[in-house]
T-cell receptor, first 112, second 114 residues
Framework: QKEVEQNSGPLSVPEGAIASLNCTYSDRVSQSFFWYRQYSGKSPELIMSIYSNGDKEDGRFTAQLNKASQYVSLLIRDSQPSDSATYLCAVRPSGGSYIPTFGRGTSLIVHP | NAGVMQNPRHLVRRRGQEARLRCSPMKGHSHVYWYRQLPEEGLKFMVYLQKENIIDESGMPKERFSAEFPKEGPSILRIQQVVRGDSAAYFC????????????FGPGTRLTVL
């Protein structure tokens, strides 16, 4: 059973701070990793994908991948109240039909 | 440039009735995926379809659930004889040919079983 684990939170940070969201996965040979943002009552929206070890930056978002530790994280710099949402980590397996496995998500609250 | 469309957005059924959920993928997308999300839980994969073909149904319950993606028209997720435990948000996603990890989600159908 391939698993993707996230702390459910909520993670509460003040406006302007860095929010750090973490995710671990069990399938050692996974190749593709994704972060989705889901506002309450809405559908998931892809915000970042990362495929190789290291950091990938896109605006205020940075995804970090460490395949040796089976760990992927998302950093949100200069957090805004509009970033308050649930962040889902998804990991694409190494075989089968390559459907990503989603974690349960971490709830982020950015307070003014 | 319409995104993934799902209807109805909200569906209420009594126990034992049938629920039909529809999904139209983004223009140019030939792959459709169905997910279920229960309160406080993550997205659970149900089924992956291409036109007239089920590619992966490993997440589908063995009974009462079926899915199709006909040559013409939307993909349909059908739940027969619904029970209260079927109450959930059902999301459809689509992707272009050959890119199963680039999925775009529809707004979802919230199913409530009374």
């Amino acid at each position: 059973q391939k698993e993707v684990e996230q702390n459910s939170g909520p993670l509460s940070v003040p406006e302007g701070a860095i929010a750090s969201l973490n995710c671990t996965y069990s399938d050692r040979v996974s190749q593709s990793f994704f972060w989705y943002r889901q506002y309450s009552g809405k559908s998931p929206e892809l915000i970042m994908s990362i495929y190789s070890n290291g950091d990938k930056e896109d605006g205020r978002f940075t995804a970090q991948l460490n395949k040796a530790s089976q760990y992927v994280s998302l950093l949100i710099r200069d957090s805004q109240p509009s970033d308050s949402a649930t962040y889902l980590c998804a990991v694409r397996p190494s075989g089968g039909s390559y459907i990503p496995t989603f974690g349960r998500g971490t709830s982020l609250i950015v307070h003014p | 440039n319409a995104g993934v469309m799902q209807n109805p957005r909200h569906l209420v059924r009594r126990r034992g009735q049938e629920a039909r959920l529809r999904c139209s993928p983004m223009k140019g997308h030939s792959h459709v995926y169905w997910y279920r999300q229960l309160p406080e839980e993550g997205l659970k994969f149900m089924v992956y379809l291409q036109k007239e073909n089920i590619i992966d149904e490993s997440g589908m319950p063995k009974e009462r659930f079926s899915a199709e993606f006909p040559k013409e028209g939307p993909s349909i997720l059908r739940i027969q004889q619904v029970v209260r435990g079927d109450s959930a948000a059902y999301f459809c996603a689509s992707s272009p040919q050959g890119k199963t990890d680039t999925q775009y989600f529809g707004p979802g159908t919230r199913l409530t079983v009374l």
